[in-house]
């Protein structure tokens, strides 16, 4: 599949004034074909990708992307098309639950809640003064985190919100595990005393129970098929490096310390695909770790040469196993997100919006 760039807009942010962005933004849009939405986008038995595009900080441009596997069709600015109105700033988390899809707008401060099938807006939660960040599911109810502390659980079938309880500082990342609730607390506004725990909430309850000691300015958690929690953590950006954790949900402690920087990561079966992108040096690794021996199988898994200039997002099809890694580019042009087998090897590419943060397989 060919693609559609607009290279002479690759530039550095810095060189562009506010008002030289906002004029510059229909040309970003007459980039892409403006193909027709169906009435069901999914009319091939829900078989698509999600991707939710962040967008440029204060430039309320974030963008829902979806591309059709079965028609090879990629549909632009999705929820602007299908609702009359913008995502909102600064699109941080998108997940799917049963029928519905699940946004978090951190910058807008809001939750919007969509029909997987068409994308369309079921309830817009306005969460002004908690600046929300992450989404985790259990049991028909979302669990929510925000920076001012709280973690806030939402009944999926009414949409409202009907508890909070306080975890640590500047919550980030969250996920389940044991029928408990991890939180990376990252601390991440009290620069330069970054937090470094993880809160477990027990979820009959709806309270903290422990606080577990991690590395420091903790940020993303995911759960593995074997119950163990694996932490990544952002260090403070000069002396005190990330890290890679691994946390037993059976005794709520850190078990292993991996000594290595993973940026976000994706787990799948018997195998954790983790990458790291140092903003500095502008160098990248993509590695592959068996989550049943802990150890790094492969330490570059791209097998083709093909070259990801910004890893900005990861995720496996759980149909076939393919591995998607989202490419934010240059942060201030529209991204793209490759397909590669499980081998490693490129099967195609897409144009996505401008900073894609989230992928979401639709099966």
């Known amino acids: 599949m060919k693609k559609i760039k607009c290279q002479f807009l690759k530039r550095e942010f810095s060189s562009l004034s506010l008002a030289g962005l906002l004029l510059l933004l229909p040309i970003f849009t007459a980039c892409h074909k403006e193909d027709p939405i169906p009435e069901d986008i999914n009319n091939s038995g829900l078989k698509g990708l999600y991707v939710l595009n962040e967008g440029v900080w204060n430039m309320n441009n974030s963008s829902i992307s979806y591309y059709n596997f079965d028609e090879q069709v990629m549909y632009q600015d999705l929820f602007l098309r299908q609702n009359g109105r913008r995502l909102g700033d600064t699109g941080n988390d998108l997940k799917q639950y049963g029928s519905k899809l699940y946004a978090i707008i951190s910058v807008s401060e809001q939750l919007e809640i969509m029909d997987v099938r068409t994308c369309k807006s079921l309830k817009q939660i306005s969460l002004v003064g908690k600046s929300p960040r992450f989404t985790a599911f259990f049991e ?3 669990y929510i985190s925000c920076n001012d502390g709280s973690v806030l659980r939402l009944d999926t079938a009414t949409m409202v919100i009907e508890a909070s309880v306080t975890a640590g500082s500047n919550p980030e990342g969250l996920c389940v595990a044991n029928r ?3 939180v990376a607390n990252s601390g991440g506004l009290n620069y330069p005393n970054y937090g470094n725990t993880v809160s477990v909430i027990d979820l009959q309850t709806f309270t903290e129970i422990k606080t577990i000691e991690v590395g420091t ?9 074997y119950g ?5 953590t952002r260090g ?7 890290t890679f954790q691994r946390i037993d949900s059976q005794t709520d402690e850190v078990v292993q310390d991996f000594n290595l920087p993973v940026a976000n990561f994706a ?3 018997q195998k954790a695909y983790l990458y790291y992108y140092n903003f500095n040096t502008q160098a990248s690794w993509i590695k592959v770790m068996d989550i049943s021996t802990e150890t790094i199988i492969n330490d570059a898994f791209i097998s083709d040469g093909t070259v990801i200039q910004t890893p900005y997002a990861i995720g496996v099809n759980e149909v076939n196993q393919d591995v998607y890694i989202a490419d934010a580019c240059q942060f201030t042009v529209n991204g793209d997100v490759y397909c590669f ?3 490693g090897k490129k099967k195609f590419s897409v144009e996505v919006g401008m900073n894609p943060s989230a992928l979401v397989f639709i099966h």
């Open 217 to 225: 300015n903790p940020y993303l958690l995911r759960a593995d098929i």
């Open 180 to 182: 408990k609730l991890y």
């Open 267 to 269: 787990i799948s079966g």
């Open 236 to 242: 403070n950006y000069s002396d005190i490096p990330a």
């Open 341 to 343: 087998d499980r081998d």
């Open 228 to 232: 163990d929690v694996y932490l990544a």
């Open 140 to 142: 028909d109810k979302a």
